[in-house]
């Protein structure tokens, strides 16, 4: 098992880089990316897992909630429970954080309504988003992925206007943990001679 060291300052900059590099044949623009911390990560995870009752967005249909796609969940946690399982588990260290630090990258990957509607509505854009939450999948690693969802609930009226129909919004959360690896070599001061210099563990 390899431990990762959170970095707390939001997502380290190859992994932005990495997170441009994906484009949809839809010239998608660059995800928006959300720094969160202990504090503010619940906000975003009732919005996003729909948990909240009423919602500041007018634009969300709550009959249309069922239509949202999860491809990863947090298993019943909390955004928080599930950061402090993997601590717990030692699968991420804390080591060296300050009080209020990001723990959580929150990615919002949107498309053009139209685009969707062109090119087979709902069930294209499923398989678009799928292939967006398994890029994010390689870039931070299944554990670090949290939570990864489609919004299928929100109206865009403008479009609906236009064509005469109910037209809905696609668009895509995904909740990340961000970390980087770290190589810790056996020290001189090793015993065993053929281990100085060595991968003692990754961090």
Known sequence: MILRRLVGFGIPFPHMARLRSFRAPTGAADPRVVKLNASNVGKSERHNERKNTNYENVNVVPESIPFN????????????????????????STRG?????????????????????????????????????????????EDQIVSAVMHADEINA?????LGKPVYHYHLHVVAIP??????????????ESLRGTVEYHK
């Open 69 to 92: 796609v999860s491809f990863k969940s947090p298993g019943g946690m909390t955004h928080n429970e599930y950061f402090d399982h993997l601590v717990a588990d030692g699968r991420i």
């Open 97 to 141: 954080l300050k009080d209020g630090a990001t723990f959580f990258n929150e990615m919002i990957i949107d498309v053009n309504t139209s685009y969707f509607e062109e090119h087979g509505g709902y069930e294209f854009a499923k398989q678009l988003y799928e292939e967006a939450y398994r890029f994010c999948r390689e870039i931070y690693g």
């Open 158 to 162: 403008a479009v609906s206007d236009e």
């Open 179 to 192: 970390t980087v690896e770290k190589e810790i070599l056996w020290s001189k001061r090793c015993k065993d």
